[in-house]
Each structure stands twice: as structure tokens, then as C-alpha cells.
């Protein structure tokens, strides 16, 4: 099977490392073989083995303080362990904690975009803001 495509395309493919995947198929056959591609991926779904749901870090950590009241960070990560397993590093969990802290100027500069909805108390214990306002 050779792939076909402009000089510039198969150029771009070597460079990429995808190589033939990313270029067109030549052959009377290609729509099987791509139909087949298409068959064992959704087999490996099935069976489980690439299925993961599509919630974000600051959402876990959400879920996780909504199931836990009153949380502090280790508290947090445990849950996110426990649940998620290996789907995000301890730094980046940190992070989005820090990001999502509503009375931590700092992070508000420096996270710009990111969707504030935790409050920190004294003590280092976070609860959800929609919880403090009662």
C-alpha cells in the first residue's frame, strides 16, 4: 500500500512521525482497511481498555469537595486517586486547586481564565462557595 498526497503532505507525515496514517490510502481496498480500523477501535472501547470519561481535573475536584464537605488538599487527592487513579499528577491537582480558589488573589493573576468556585478557610480547609453563602 503507498500513500499518496502532495510532496508537501508526505513530507510533513515523515517529519510528524504518523507516516502513512495521516495521509490518504491508495488501493482498491481502502475503505475496508479504514472500516476495519474503525471495527477494532470501537472493540477496544468495549472491552474497556481506552474508556474514560470526559471530566476535567477542576470538575473532579469539584465532585470531590461536593462529596466531601469540608476538605483539605490531601483529603482532595486521595479522592482524586482513589476514583480517577493515575489520570492526573499530584502538580497538576495543585494547581487546578490553587486555580479554583476563590479568596486567593495570586492565583486570580496568574489563572486568568480558570473557574473559581472554592473558598480556603484559615485553617487550610476548602468547601464549595455556593455552600459559604448560606
Known amino acids: 500500500m503507498k500513500a499518496t498526497g502532495s510532496h508537501k503532505?508526505?513530507?510533513?507525515?515523515?517529519?510528524s512521525g504518523k507516516g502513512r496514517q495521516s495521509?490518504?490510502?491508495?488501493?482498491?481496498?481502502?475503505?475496508e482497511k479504514l472500516r476495519g480500523r474503525a471495527e477494532?477501535?470501537?472493540?477496544?472501547?468495549?472491552r474497556g481498555e481506552k474508556k474514560?470519561?470526559?471530566?476535567?481535573?477542576?470538575?473532579?475536584?469539584?465532585?470531590?469537595?461536593?462529596?466531601?464537605g469540608m476538605a483539605t488538599a490531601d483529603q482532595?487527592?486521595?479522592?482524586?486517586?482513589?476514583?480517577?487513579?493515575d489520570r492526573?499528577?499530584?502538580?497538576?491537582?495543585?494547581?487546578?486547586?490553587m486555580a479554583a480558589i476563590v479568596n486567593l488573589e495570586?492565583?486570580?493573576?496568574?489563572?486568568?481564565?480558570?473557574?473559581?468556585f472554592l473558598f480556603m478557610h484559615e485553617d487550610g480547609r476548602f468547601e464549595l462557595k455556593e455552600r459559604r453563602r448560606r
Open 88 to 97: 492526573w499528577t499530584v502538580d497538576s491537582i495543585s494547581q487546578d486547586i
Open 106 to 116: 495570586p492565583a486570580a493573576y496568574h489563572w486568568k481564565g480558570a473557574r473559581t
Open 76 to 85: 482532595i487527592h486521595n479522592y482524586l486517586k482513589e476514583h480517577y487513579h
Open 23 to 31: 495521509l490518504v490510502f491508495a488501493g482498491k481496498d481502502w475503505k
Open 40 to 46: 477494532r477501535k470501537q472493540r477496544k472501547e468495549r
Open 9 to 15: 503532505q508526505i513530507k510533513k507525515a515523515k517529519q
Open 52 to 68: 474514560m470519561s470526559k471530566i476535567t481535573c477542576a470538575e473532579a475536584i469539584e465532585e470531590a469537595v461536593r462529596k466531601i
